[in-house]
Every structure is written in structure tokens, then in C-alpha cells.
């Protein structure tokens, strides 16, 4: 059986997703699994073993169409449900296929009026039963994140010299938009909370800076020439390769971000910084441990699902009020 699966983006996203692509290659007679996605996010699926074959919207829509007719596809799971994909499916006549309940209208009673009728599920489960006509079931497991070959670091050589693997606290600095991210003060008092236990910053090239700050922020009071406690990696490796440095960490801390779900995925404890959004959307770290840190009582959370450049209010006290309480494990 040939099914599609379709997810454009982003990181986070099609890292959950990563449950129902095992279900169908695994529970499925015969499946084959195709994964539409774009460009930007094919090398998350190419290491994958239950993904049969990546298509990416490389060009128009109507190009991948063309292609996505010619593989006479069995059923089609649309984990995105958007123009686009709605677009895909009605090009493709006669295949049956589902998509998974974005809860849109429950969101928006929540942003707007804080009214919550979220039902209590992951975004995984709600995932799930876009692809229940197929017959698949929960087998108990979590996220997937397979890192290509080749794309492990060797933390004993690439970080400084006091960094070993299971010891070190990896911080995911970043996020898209900025009301999911801790101002630099707050990164700042949270790297002393990490203290003694030395620190890697990830993120992307667009992060570089703002790690720059927080390491110099501790010079020299607790690092050294020689025995740096906080090492700025953002900018300096791939997405595998922090994956990779996540998965060696002791522990993670991350906003609301992609390398959250791939600390989920490598079942590592996470320590998720909560501001604009809220647990509540169903996009929490799935089946690892963890602790969400929020500032609670503020009428103005969420104040959107996706966030904004800036707080709307101006004082941004969803995160300028983190009290960053972290019940660390012991050293």
C-alpha cells in the first residue's frame, strides 16, 4: 500500500509527525511511505527508515502534483491542512485520504477570549487519527530523530575541554519569533541558575549574537582561556549536528522550539520556557520528561498560536517574569 504523507514545515512539526510515519511502515501490510515536504526539511526525513521516499515542493505546486500523480498513491495523510495541501488532495482524485483536525476555531476561543475547549491531547494523537482509516494503533513509543551518518559530533574534540558527553547542559537559545524567546537578561540568569555545569548554547546563525552576549556576560567570573563553562555553538553546526549535541547533553533547556521535540525525541529531560504560547495548543514534549516554566495568571496568555515580533502589551511579562525555578538533576 503507497501512502502520503504531507507536512511543509517546520522543524518541530515534522519531527512530531515522526510517531504516525512509524505506525504506517510498521502496522501497515505492505506500506510504503512517501513524505511531501519542502526543501529546507528533506534532510530531516532522509535518514529515516520508515520514509520510503521524500518529494519536495521545490518548484510550483503544480509541478509536485505532476509527480505525486505519477506514484498512484493508495491514501493520503495530511498533517498540515492547509491551502496548499487541500490544493494537493483535490488534485489528486480517487485517492482517499484524511487530514488531521487543526482545532482552529478551539485556538482562536483561546487566544481571543481564553476560553478553553482544547480537548487534553498531544498533537501527536490528534496526528494519529488523521491516519485511523488505515488502521494503525499506538505502540507506545515516542518521537523519531535519526541523524545521518556522518553527522555525529565528537563532543571530546569539537567542544573545549571541560565539556563531556552526559555532562553538560545543552540551551536552545532560539526560536522563530520573538515573543517565544527569553530576553538576553533572562538567558543571562538562567546560564547562572546552570552553574557550575558547563553550557552549550544552540541555535542558528541568527543566534550567534545573542550567545556572544551571554558568554561574555560571564567573563571572567566563571569561565577561563582555557576552561570555558560556556561554549556558544549557535551558527557553528548543522541542525544534525546539534541534534546530536542534544543528544549527548545532560538535561535541555528550550523555548518553544524545534530542538525542544528533538530533546523529546532523544528522551532527554527538557526544561520548556513557555511565553506567548501555552502547553495547552498540545505541542508540549512528547513522552519524555519534563517541566514547562510559565508565568501563570497573566491574563494576556496566549496571545496568539504562533507569536509575534514583539508583545502586543509591551511588557512582555510572560517571559521578562520567569522566575527560571529549575528542579536540575543533581550533578
Given at each position: 500500500?503507497?501512502?502520503?504523507?504531507?507536512?511543509?514545515?517546520?522543524?518541530?512539526?515534522?519531527?512530531?509527525?515522526?510517531?504516525?510515519?512509524?505506525?504506517?511502515?510498521?502496522?501497515?501490510?505492505?506500506?510504503?511511505v512517501h513524505f511531501a515536504t519542502k526543501p529546507a526539511y528533506r534532510s530531516l526525513l532522509e535518514a529515516n527508515p520508515y520514509v520510503?521516499?521524500?518529494?519536495?515542493?521545490?518548484?510550483?505546486?503544480?509541478?509536485?502534483?505532476?509527480?505525486?500523480?505519477?506514484?498512484?498513491?493508495?491514501?493520503?495523510?495530511?498533517?498540515?491542512?492547509?491551502?496548499?495541501?487541500?490544493?494537493?488532495?483535490?488534485?489528486?482524485?480517487?485517492?482517499?485520504?484524511?487530514?488531521?483536525?487543526?482545532?482552529?476555531?478551539?485556538?482562536?476561543?483561546?487566544?481571543?477570549?481564553?476560553?478553553?475547549?482544547?480537548?487534553?491531547?498531544?498533537?501527536?494523537?490528534?496526528?494519529?487519527?488523521?491516519?485511523?482509516?488505515?488502521?494503525?494503533?499506538?505502540?507506545?513509543?515516542?518521537?523519531?530523530?535519526?541523524?545521518?551518518?556522518?553527522?555525529?559530533?565528537?563532543?571530546?574534540?569539537?567542544?573545549?575541554?571541560?565539556?563531556?558527553?552526559?555532562?553538560?547542559?545543552?540551551?536552545?537559545?532560539?526560536?522563530?519569533?520573538?515573543?517565544k524567546r527569553l530576553p538576553v537578561e533572562k538567558l543571562i540568569e538562567l546560564v547562572t541558575r546552570l552553574a557550575p555545569r558547563p553550557?552549550?548554547?544552540?541555535?542558528?546563525?541568527?543566534?550567534?549574537?545573542?550567545?556572544?552576549?551571554?558568554?561574555?556576560?560571564?567573563?571572567?567570573?566563571?569561565?577561563?582561556?582555557?576552561?570555558?563553562?560556556?561554549?556558544?555553538?549557535?551558527?557553528?553546526?548543522?541542525?544534525?549536528?546539534?541534534?546530536?549535541?542534544?543528544?549527548?547533553?545532560?538535561?535541555?533547556?528550550?523555548?518553544?522550539?524545534g530542538l525542544m521535540h528533538v530533546a523529546a525525541a532523544f528522551k532527554k529531560q527538557v526544561f520548556s520556557v513557555w511565553g506567548n504560547?501555552?502547553?495547552?495548543?498540545?505541542?508540549?514534549?512528547?513522552?519524555?520528561?519534563?517541566?514547562?516554566?510559565?508565568?501563570?495568571?497573566?491574563?494576556?496568555?496566549?496571545?496568539?498560536?504562533?507569536?509575534?515580533?514583539?508583545?502586543?502589551?509591551?511588557?512582555?511579562?510572560?517571559?521578562?517574569?520567569?522566575?527560571?525555578?529549575?528542579?536540575?538533576?543533581?550533578?
Amino acid at each position: 500500500m503507497k501512502i502520503l504523507v504531507l507536512r511543509f514545515s517546520s522543524i518541530g512539526d515534522i519531527v512530531l509527525t515522526t510517531p504516525v510515519v512509524r505506525q504506517l511502515h510498521q502496522q501497515v501490510p505492505n506500506a510504503q511511505v512517501h513524505f511531501a515536504t519542502k526543501p529546507a526539511y528533506r534532510s530531516l526525513l532522509e535518514a529515516n527508515p520508515y520514509v520510503a521516499k521524500t518529494h519536495v515542493l521545490s518548484g510550483s505546486l503544480g509541478e509536485l502534483v505532476r509527480e505525486l500523480r505519477a506514484e498512484r498513491f493508495d491514501f493520503i495523510v495530511d498533517l498540515h491542512n492547509n491551502l496548499r495541501t487541500r490544493l494537493i488532495r483535490l488534485q489528486l482524485p480517487g485517492v482517499p485520504g484524511r487530514a488531521f483536525d487543526k482545532l482552529n476555531l478551539q485556538k482562536w476561543l483561546l487566544v481571543n477570549f481564553k476560553i478553553n475547549q482544547l480537548p487534553p491531547v498531544h498533537i501527536v494523537d490528534r496526528y494519529r487519527a488523521a491516519a485511523a482509516p488505515l488502521g494503525i494503533q499506538d505502540d507506545g513509543g515516542g518521537l523519531d530523530y535519526f541523524i545521518p551518518s556522518g553527522q555525529e559530533v565528537n563532543v571530546v574534540t569539537a567542544l573545549p575541554a571541560c565539556f563531556r558527553p552526559g555532562e553538560y547542559a545543552a540551551v536552545a537559545i532560539g526560536a522563530q519569533h520573538a515573543t517565544k524567546r527569553l530576553p538576553v537578561e533572562k538567558l543571562i540568569e538562567l546560564v547562572t541558575r546552570l552553574a557550575p555545569r558547563p553550557v552549550v548554547l544552540l541555535g542558528g546563525p541568527e543566534d550567534e549574537s545573542t550567545g556572544h552576549v551571554i558568554e561574555l556576560a560571564f567573563h571572567p567570573l566563571l569561565h577561563s582561556s582555557t576552561h570555558p563553562l560556556i561554549h556558544n555553538a549557535c551558527g557553528r553546526f548543522s541542525l544534525h549536528q546539534s541534534a546530536s549535541l542534544v543528544r549527548q547533553a545532560a538535561f535541555v533547556v528550550s523555548h518553544d522550539t524545534g530542538l525542544m521535540h528533538v530533546a523529546a525525541a532523544f528522551k532527554k529531560q527538557v526544561f520548556s520556557v513557555w511565553g506567548n504560547t501555552v502547553p495547552e495548543f498540545g505541542m508540549y514534549p512528547y513522552r519524555t520528561a519534563f517541566q514547562a516554566l510559565e508565568v501563570p495568571g497573566l491574563p494576556c496568555r496566549p496571545c496568539s498560536k504562533i507569536g509575534f515580533a514583539e508583545c502586543p502589551k509591551g511588557h512582555f511579562r510572560c517571559m521578562r517574569d520567569q522566575d527560571l525555578n529549575l528542579d536540575l538533576p543533581p550533578l
